[in-house]
């Protein structure tokens, strides 16, 4: 079983930040783009980060690093919550 050990968040910037993928990396070295806005839908699968990278910095995407104002907002409906956060003894572990 693979086992994801890390993930970053890439934003189209023209775009406001409305559009972003999920890149997340695997413990046998695969890494995929995933699409929040198509229930996580897999955009890509790539076999090393320079091409993952490349591949979204291509298409105007920028990697997001801690909190991105957003200079031209734009309307947005709300996102469905689809869990909880709760109290646990492991952080960032949601239930």
């Known amino acids: 079983m693979r ?3 890390w993930f970053e968040v ?18 046998d070295g695969t890494i995929e783009a995933l699409d929040p806005h198509q ?8 076999h090393d980060y320079t091409q993952a990278a490349s591949s979204f910095a291509d298409d105007e995407f920028q ?12 309307e947005a409906e709300p996102l469905p919550l689809t869990g909880s956060a709760s109290t646990s003894t492991r952080p960032g572990t949601l239930t």
């Open 3 to 5: 086992r994801i050990i």
């Open 10 to 27: 890439w934003a189209e910037m023209s775009s406001g930040g409305d559009e972003f993928v999920v890149l997340r990396g695997y413990d």
């Open 39 to 46: 229930d996580n839908a897999v955009r890509g699968t790539f």
């Open 63 to 74: 990697r997001v690093q801690g909190r991105v104002a957003i200079t031209h907002p734009v």
